[in-house]
């Protein structure tokens, strides 16, 4: 049978039907169809009987082999063999919000003048970030074992050592850039109103020597050399503005400098400046005023005191008797009746209104609080108060324990023991342990020692035992008095609050006050999920790039913290657990044989399509994009 020049021909697996006792029968052949003269002609190969689904399935296959269709391809078992997957979602997902912030229009467009642009090398280093963290020459080696040179359109090759570290200095040139367009695009979408910004600062940990931005000195860690970390977001979170500051640089000592750099960027802040009272100083404080910056921030522990004659202890002494679960309603009965307001999450607050003579003697005692240009709210935490004091007490036992060790290296001594020593050890435990202020009763009562040394001569050596005072409910008074207890401060006067409430959609300056915990989610997201540290970079310019890299992943990461907590599609997911999921969908290259390979994605589980959802990006996973993407070859 001479098959070479028929005309269209095929193998095809073609059925006939017969009638048998009332019953019909499908029976299949496999056959060579052709045309000739431009009628169909079929030459039965081999008669196969009646088949089953899967058989029927099976021959088709087979058939779809013997044709050389695309997607059909005969393998021996034994010669297959899987490459090591590749990142796809999570890549996928970066790049997808990368875009939705338009963050390519930042960058100029100038890959007619380079190989790479400047915008591909920020979207690729960004992206990483959510791979794993590493140096910046290592990620050389990482990009390889993710599909972002298919997703990019950057090869291998072209993404290499000497052009990360070229582009790392382009891409911080843009930062200021990159702050007004994220608030420009953050207002355009309505996702935020723009009348609110938090201002923090935090710390990120250096090692080696070559930084030449870090400074030993205290920090969040304790003393460390590190580098200081600048941000401002909107409440929704969203980052407008940061920095990289030299290391042991103080916070009350940053706002005059920040103030005059975001208006060169963005003209007159007409937005109300929210920060923690860490940086609260007269200098600060004079300066916004001068400025005519409204904010809102707090006056430290320390300094309510200057509020003595205007806070009722006895109203206080008694609402913190009271049993914080059974005897809510009585908290709340007592602080209404003395014209405490509630605003939600146990908190009740009051505008502090002085007399004249209160007014004198605050401002003797400080100009601080300058009574006359801003206004002083008195809040009060029932909550807050009990756990003060319940972890108060828990640190006082741990301090018992302390003198009991100490009470026995004491007694085990081979030489005297100065007084005046061990009360300087007691002072440092106290501020250790952070109960500095609890009263705490003791005397040292002196003790003779006998030990025995080294050597194994008898020692008689004069030391002391500290002896503590039973009486804790009296150690405790003075601590307690200020419990659940602060001040807020605003420059905002009264006349302006149905203003701002319309501006900034928020009811009280407590609620916004409250938002400022954003501000320590950023922090804690660029420290546990983006890992800003450790620094693998030391020249000022690679160290500003590498937190400008890391402010981008973080900006991706809240937009789809935000997008997560809006849906009703899904749980309520953190970033390890949203990220979790992405990561386990993988490119997998399979070797049919050595002439052969193709390449599929892992077979997406409901969990991811339901993120998806939630993001609005579901086309991530459709064969069309896969297949215009190169992710897969089979479609």
Known sequence: MNRKNKHEAKFVLHHTKQKKNNNTYTYHQIAWYYRENKKPIRDIIKHLGVLNKNEIDYYKKSIGCLNHE????????????????????????????WEYWNLSSVFPSDKSQKEVSTNDMAGI???????????????????????LPELTGVSCEKYN??????????????????????????????????????YGLSSANVTGLRCVMAKWGHCKDGYLTHVVLLLVIT?????????????????????????????N??????????????????????????????????LDGSQLNYFDTAIDKCLFDIVKKFDLKKETKQIHESLSLSGFIYAKENLYHKEIILTKEQEKKIEKETDKLDLSKRRYYLA???????????????????????????????????????????????????????????????????????????????????????????????????????????VLITNIMKEYDEEIKKKTGFNHYFDVYRMKTNIEEAFRILSDFVDVEPFYVYLNEHIKAHFTICVLAYLINITILNKIRKSMETDNMDLHN????????????????????????????????????????????????????NIINIC
Request: aromatic content about 10%; overall charge positive.
């Open 125 to 147: 280093l960004t992206s990483l970030r959510f791979v794993q963290t590493c140096s910046k020459s290592f990620s050389a080696k990482l990009y390889k074992d993710t599909t």
């Open 161 to 198: 050592k000497s052009r990360i570290f070229r582009e790392l200095e382009n891409i911080e040139k843009y930062r200021e850039e990159i702050g007004k367009h994220i608030f420009k695009q953050a207002l355009n979408k309505g996702d935020t109103k723009g009348k609110v910004l938090f």
């Open 380 to 486: 009060f935490n029932p909550e807050l108060a009990y756990l003060t004091h319940k972890h108060r007490i828990e640190r006082v036992e741990a301090f018992k324990e302390w003198v009991e060790e100490y009470n026995k290296d004491l007694a085990a001594v081979l030489q005297n023991k100065r007084k005046e020593t061990i009360e300087k050890a007691i002072k440092a435990e106290k501020r250790r342990r952070k109960i500095a202020d609890v009263n705490i009763d003791y005397t040292l009562e002196n003790y003779t020692a006998e030990n025995v040394n080294i050597r194994g001569k008898n020692k008689v050596c004069q030391t002391y035992r500290i002896k503590l005072n039973s009486d804790e409910k009296k150690a405790y008074l003075k601590a307690m008095e200020y419990d659940g207890l602060w």
């Open 265 to 298: 960027i963005y003209g007159k802040i007409d937005s109300i400046l929210c920060f923690d009272r860490g940086m609260v100083s007269d200098k600060n404080l004079k300066y916004l005023q001068d400025k005519g910056i409204k904010f809102i921030t707090a």
């Open 578 to 629: 949203i990220f979790f999921h992405l990561r386990k969908c993988r490119q997998h290259k399979v070797y049919i044989d050595k002439n052969k390979s193709i390449t599929k994605l892992t077979t997406c589980t409901n969990k991811q399509k339901e993120i998806l959802n939630s993001l609005n990006c579901s086309y991530l996973i459709e064969n069309k994009h896969l297949c215009n993407k």
């Open 235 to 263: 409440p929704e979170g969203y980052p407008i503005y940061w920095e990289i500051l030299e290391g042991n640089t103080s916070d009350s000592k940053t706002i005059e400098g920040f103030i005059n750099k975001v208006e």
């Open 70 to 97: 695309d997607k059909y391809y005969p393998c021996d078992l034994n010669e297959l063999s899987l490459e090591e997957p590749k990142d796809y979602l999570s890549c996928a997902v970066v790049l997808h919000f």
